[in-house]
């Protein structure tokens, strides 16, 4: 059997709030589903990010209650390159989202960088280093 990724769900307080943000980021979100209770996103990669509001988990899940305290799982984008997580993790602090970590050279070889979604989920951009 092979195991195949197929999608990430995402739940969220204010969808609005949550598809801006992604959007942002850079993901190809249809306008007109602010207000949608479930929406669907596939990446380039064929992944597809999914977005649920508390209500519809709650209409399957009655006893859902959303994770406190720090996140649980991080999203990670590659961005490419060195100057475009730099220029990413920028943009979107510019638009008023919230920086959790600086943009740093990760021991490990990449450019990381970490900010926080309108919900708190941890998203982290990334670039693999040049080599030196």
Request: aromatic share 10%; hydrophobic share 50%.
């Amino acid at each position: 059997m092979t195991l195949k990724l197929g999608f990430i769900g995402i739940v969220t307080h204010d969808m609005a709030a949550s598809l801006a943000f992604y959007r942002a980021l850079g993901v190809d979100i249809a306008q007109g589903q602010d207000d949608a209770a479930h929406v669907d996103a596939k990446l380039d990669d064929g992944v597809t990010l999914a977005w649920d509001t508390i209500e519809t988990i709650r209409g399957f899940d009655p006893g859902f209650v959303p994770a406190t305290g720090g996140h649980r799982i991080a999203l990670a984008f590659d961005k490419g390159s060195a100057a475009e997580v730099d220029a990413a993790f920028a943009a979107l602090v510019s638009a008023g989202y919230t920086a959790h970590v600086e943009p740093w050279d990760a021991h490990w070889g990449q450019r990381y960088a970490t900010l926080l979604d309108p919900d708190g989920n941890s998203v982290d951009l990334y670039a693999e280093l040049a080599a030196n």
